[in-house]
């Protein structure tokens, strides 16, 4: 490169590849965090001045290490930004060495993320931009003139307004928050951006040091904004985030903030300086260590932000507000009139998070009394637990008409949840080692809650419009609160988690005096909470049996609307990939079916039949289709067609295809789906062999998913088949597509190949570590007509194009397909039937052809 000798380069990459493999082998030796990020930082600043000088820059320029580089912590895979001041607008001879520099850098192996400007431009950038502003605070000269850079950095202090700050860097901490939905207990949690990550410490610090208060924890002390005791909580958890999160890099080989599964065992095992070992148990004991670490983070980060705030936006101290004998309101915050109240009465610790419910102008809880809470929260003992009054308190904690998700969560947040319902104490920070719940179970189940509550607030009913329907009118909605706070509070103990939470919330329903119907629907929630999910996503809710074995199961129209509104409560609370539109549906249209049923309307062949006939028939009317025009398509259509086939999509497939009825062409034809997620296609065309899979096959060539398929044939021996759509990755607009959709695989139908292999697809990350052991169920339905098979496996792309291959080879036919996905995990579901399931060994060749499709 022009301007630095090649020979001066190469020196410099291999002393500091060299100089970087010793620190990071030392760590792997010690495992000091802090040793390692500033013996990295002193690494970078000798390769960074001896390129700075190697470039001829000009003597009036500086070069400034800013960002984390700025305050002497790069983990081993971070970027390094650098800024680069210059007197004036870099020209010719300045650009050149400039250029150089940085080319250098990246032939070093610095990953350098940099910016040229004058100190001009310095200061009115940071005006414009906190994010600017926050990584010029924390510049480090490391080459150039002393003065330049003083007077720089010292401007930039003149111009920073502590006060304004401080809220932009709060906002932007809130907004960042949201993003991770509000907790630290994510089962894939990021060390640096998460509630309770290092990102949090550094809001602080950046506050406290734009006010002149203090560049490190124990002066934060000094100034009185926290406890000494509570400086060396932040500096051990500050250790212990940024050990995990160098071991975090070290491992990856990348920089990779985030605690993913599959290096959750490699982390472990790199901390604790082992090789062999349980990579579960290994695994479940790092992230119990991290949660309790960023747990105190946030609770110490709540507390310094508080004191914080009091100092930059100090004004004459009102008299708190009285609430009662033991509260007060200071602005805005509850305040413990006497905090030593707590220790003498710990009912008062109830007492409080029920005021906040109860006082719409109080949004949170001051220092004195968050730390006095926190010190008496272990009086709250099984003496403590027994009493009436005290249980009278919980009860109407839960009971409040607002504000009770928030008080869950700070109850939660500062062990007092734990202390008063010891079962879910011990499922606080449990890992869930699944393929679709994305947080821990405490969190799913405060999500859970929060969903409930959601159904109730009139700001979200847009969101789910039936369910807040539904709960406008359910009494006592409270009950189905206690059933989230129980439903999963039995995981990880052994047995059936269902069963065991039946128990405790029985237990806890007696022991507060609740009626004896409200404990029972509670104990039902709890024990069925499963069970509207599977019917919905794994049977055929058409079948009048189906809808009558589990009208019976629910017995009343209370029940059902409790069950179904848990039921989507707790899938939305899981993941939010793993709750879409097409499962809405499903569950709706079993709620609907079981109303009926319990209102005495047992559901008869003949009766659907006429009902979806005439639903159809005046959906056509609205289009002026007269029934002459659709008559011959209708005489074509059997039983089950009408069936299995919502009413509106039977009047769609008529105007589509009733002048089409006996055409020798394929016609395909598509639409938006009408539940508002994804699109419908509908193949119609005299029948061939291996149409499902060629069908699917064109599905899978396009990355598209399919969510559910109704296989038909005519009376004339026509296949009408129709599927419901969707991109998995979200990044289609359908509309867009339809057209395409449709000519293409009209195109593709035309022609009568073979079929192609199946695309055995990557399966994604977290199946990877989670994996399914694929299995295969084949028995005869209850009528013995045709074959349920049903088939569970890990995602991934071709599945089911692979699967209907199979099935095509073995000469069966195919019926309906359910396809069900949660999360990464398939549970899909067919109809089937054909010659060779009757022979035994024709079933076991079947079975183990699709284990392999599985496997592979």
């Not at 990102?199 to 926290?226: K, Q, S, Y």
């Amino acid at each position: 490169m022009p301007g630095i000798d090649q020979a001066v380069l190469g020196t410099l990459r291999t002393a500091h590849r060299r100089e970087r493999e010793t620190l990071i082998d030392a760590f792997r030796a010690d495992r000091d965090p802090d040793r390692l990020l500033r013996g990295l930082s002193r690494v970078t600043d000798r390769t960074a001045r001896a390129l700075w000088s190697a470039a001829g820059m000009p003597a009036d320029a500086v070069l400034a290490a800013v960002g984390g580089y700025g305050r002497n912590e790069i983990f081993p895979h971070s970027d390094v930004d650098l800024l680069i001041v210059t007197a004036e607008p870099p020209g010719g001879r300045t650009r050149g060495a400039i250029e150089a520099f940085i080319g250098a850098c990246w032939d070093t192996g610095l990953e350098i993320g940099h910016s040229v400007r004058t100190a001009q431009e310095c200061l009115t950038e940071a005006a414009a931009d906190v994010t600017i502003q926050t990584s010029a605070m924390e510049a480090r000269l490391l080459a150039g003139r002393r003065r330049v850079f003083a007077d720089l950095t010292a401007s930039l202090k003149r111009q920073c307004d502590p006060a304004a700050y401080f809220r932009a860097k709060t906002l932007e901490m809130r907004q960042r928050h949201v993003k991770f939905e509000d907790t630290p207990y994510s089962l894939e949690p990021n060390t640096k951006e998460s509630p309770g990550g290092l990102r949090d410490l550094h809001v602080i610090m950046w506050t406290a040091r734009a006010a002149g208060f203090g560049w490190h924890w124990p002066e934060l002390a000094r100034r009185g904004l926290v406890t000494a005791e509570e400086a060396r909580a932040l500096r051990r958890n500050e250790r212990i985030v940024k050990r995990i999160r160098a071991c975090l890099h070290i491992v990856a080989g990348r920089r990779e903030d985030r605690l993913v599964f599959d290096l959750q065992a490699q982390v472990a095992k790199m901390l604790q300086g082992q090789h062999g070992g349980d990579a579960r148990r290994v695994s479940e004991e790092l992230m119990q260590g991290y949660f309790r670490a960023a747990k105190q983070i946030t609770q110490l980060n709540t507390i310094l932000l508080l004191n914080l705030e009091a100092e930059l936006f100090a004004a004459p101290d009102a008299a708190p507000e009285p609430i009662d004998d033991e509260f007060q309101n200071r602005r805005g915050l509850l305040d413990a009139i006497d905090p030593g109240v707590f220790e003498r009465d710990p009912a008062a610790i109830l007492r409080a998070f029920l005021r906040i419910e109860q006082h719409a102008a109080v949004t949170g809880l001051t220092v004195p009394t968050l730390r006095a809470i926190w010190h008496a929260r272990l009086r709250m003992d099984a003496k403590f637990r027994a009493k009436p009054e005290n249980r009278a308190l919980f009860l109407s904690l839960m009971q409040q008409r607002r504000g009770v998700t928030r008080a869950l969560r700070r109850m939660n947040q500062w062990s007092v949840l734990g202390r008063y319902l010891p079962a879910f104490g011990r499922i606080v920070g449990r890992m869930q080692h699944d393929l679709f719940h994305v947080y821990t179970v405490d969190q799913h189940i405060l999500m859970v809650v929060r969903n409930l509550r959601r159904f109730a607030m009139d700001e979200h009913a847009h969101e789910y419009p039936f369910c807040s329907q539904l709960m406008a009118a359910f009494p006592d909605p409270w009950r189905l609160y206690i059933a989230a706070l129980f439903h999963d509070i039995a995981k990880g103990r052994g047995g059936d988690h269902s069963v065991l939470g039946k128990v405790d919330a029985r237990r806890f329903c007696r022991s507060h005096g609740l009626s004896r119907e409200a404990g029972a629907l509670i104990e039902f929630l709890v024990e069925h909470h499963l069970t509207m999910s599977m019917v919905a996503q794994k049977q055929d809710v058409a079948d009048p049996d189906v809808v009558t074995r589990f009208a019976q199961l629910v017995g009343t129209e209370e029940r059902l609307i409790a069950l179904y509104l848990l039921t989507v409560a707790d899938i939305r609370g899981t993941s939010p990939k793993v709750w879409n539109a097409w499962k809405g549906k499903l569950l709706q249209d079993l709620f609907h079916a079981t109303k009926r049923a319990l209102a005495g309307e047992i559901p008869q062949p003949g009766f659907l039949l006429d009902a979806s006939r005439r639903e159809a028939h005046r959906i056509l009317n609205l289009y002026a289709l007269s029934e002459e025009r659709y008559e011959n398509f209708w005489s074509k259509l059997d039983v089950a067609y009408f069936m299995r086939t919502d009413a509106n999509d039977v009047a769609w497939q008529t105007r589509v295809l009733h002048t089409h009825v006996d055409t020798r062409e394929p016609v395909v034809r598509a639409r938006l789906a009408p539940i508002g997620e994804g699109f419908q296609v509908v193949v119609y065309l005299p029948d061939q062999p291996a149409l499902f899979a060629r069908l699917c096959s064109y599905f899978d060539s396009k990355n598209l998913s399919v969510l559910d398929a109704r296989i038909h044939t005519t009376r004339h021996g026509y296949a009408l088949d129709s599927f419901l759509i969707v991109d998995p990755n979200d990044g289609l607009h359908y509309r867009d597509i339809l057209t395409l959709v449709e000519v293409e695989l009209t195109e593709r139908l035309k022609g009568m190949g073979e079929l192609a292999p199946p695309v055995r697809g990557r399966i994604s990350r977290r199946s990877r570590y989670f994996p399914i052991q694929p299995t295969v169920d084949l028995r005869p339905d209850e009528r013995g007509q045709h074959y349920l098979l049903s088939v569970t496996a890990n995602d991934r792309t071709g599945l089911l194009y692979g699967i209907a291959r199979v099935l095509s080879q073995h000469r069966v036919n195919l019926y309906t397909a359910r396809v069900t996905t949660l999360g990464e995990r398939v549970e899909d579901m067919f109809l089937i039937d054909g010659p060779t399931l009757t022979d035994a060994r024709e079933q076991i060749a079947l079975e183990t052809d699709l284990l392999s499709t599985l496997q592979n």
